[in-house]
């Protein structure tokens, strides 16, 4: 009996050691390809948050969608059976506050990107997020989007018109590119260089770290130098699955994030002009007619001040923090 006994005190003990040891791995997953920001940002996080977890948990980085394309991770966040991931413009989808950042040519550089963080993400757009179930805990970088095609330079609106473009899942992106008289097509980032390069679309947009990174300049002729949007990456975790991790867990992952983002900011400036002289050497490039776009991207910003309680609010308060 007593031999039994201890036996099933071991078995008890292995697995709540078990158990221990499951909690403590934290898996961060994304969709981004290696070479992008996002990618090399999440490397960065994740040597980091392991120095300072010193062994009281472990980040465990998937990235190149291994874990699924952005919505299975939104799910997966839920769930618990991803911990942190990097949406970007899928967050708009979640939460329409966060469409502010599909509004065209409303992020001036990285300095007023800084101040539209403290002064509206942070206070008014992070918690709309957090009551649809998730937790921003890093405000990082996607980065700074221009557009590509094999049809004809971009100089103006006018010459998107019927040109095929791929756009994130965002509402206010496909509305951006109608707007401008293309044809915007929704498809997942994974799927776009074989639909480039079979002609099922005719071009997309993405910042420079990711068209290199994708190997965009082998199926792509223009590169048309817009800036049209500038895309926030949430580091994001399921904010119920959150409240689970220990609390000096916790601390460690939020300084981190804190941490890694003016490096992360240095990096996204110092790549822009190594990146967009290297595409060249492939591409055409021309910088467009920021005047001819701004002016026809109104009707997004009175549609988005419209539709979202406190879209006009925003839109003013972060234009004013562009002076």
């Not at 939460?95 to 950042?101: D, Q």
């Not at 509402?171 to 776009?192: D, I, L, Q």
């Not at 965009?216 to 975790?237: R, W």
């Amino acid at each position: 009996m007593k031999k039994i006994l201890v036996a099933v005190v071991a078995i008890v003990v292995v697995l709540i050691t078990s158990n221990a040891m499951a909690m403590t791995e934290i898996v961060l997953a994304i969709s981004a390809k290696p070479g992008s920001t996002q990618y090399i940002t999440a490397e960065e996080f994740t040597r980091r948050a392991n120095e300072l977890l010193e062994g009281k948990a472990k980040v465990t980085f998937y990235g190149a969608s291994q874990l699924g394309k952005d919505k299975d991770l939104m799910q997966k966040l839920k769930l618990g059976t991803v911990h942190l991931s990097m949406p970007s413009s899928i967050m708009s989808s979640i939460a329409g506050e966060a469409g502010l950042f599909d509004m065209p040519f409303l992020v001036k550089d990285r300095a007023h990107l800084n101040r539209i963080e403290h002064k509206i993400f942070w206070p008014m757009i992070a918690p709309a997020i957090e009551k649809k179930g998730y937790k921003v805990i890093g405000f990082w970088e996607n980065g700074i989007r221009h557009i590509t095609n094999n049809v004809r330079p971009i100089d103006t609106p006018a010459d998107l018109k019927g040109i095929k473009i791929r756009t994130p899942k965002s509402t206010w992106r496909v509305k951006m590119f109608s707007t401008w008289g293309s044809n915007p097509t929704p498809m997942a980032f994974s799927e776009v260089f074989v639909a480039l390069q079979t002609g099922v679309i005719d071009g997309q947009e993405n910042p420079l770290t990711n068209i290199s990174a994708a190997k965009f300049d082998e199926v792509q002729k223009y590169l048309s130098i817009t800036g049209h949007v500038y895309t926030p990456s949430y580091l994001t975790t399921g904010a119920k699955q959150w409240t689970k991790l220990p609390a000096d867990v916790r601390a460690v992952l939020e300084k981190t994030a804190r941490d890694v983002q003016g490096w992360m900011y240095a990096m996204g400036t110092q790549d822009d002009l190594a990146l967009r002289a290297k595409l060249a050497e492939r591409m055409q490039v021309n910088v467009a007619d920021r005047a001819a776009f701004v002016e026809a991207s109104k009707p997004i910003y009175a549609e988005f001040a419209k539709l979202i309680p406190t879209g006009k609010q925003m839109i003013d308060k972060a234009l004013a923090l562009a002076k």
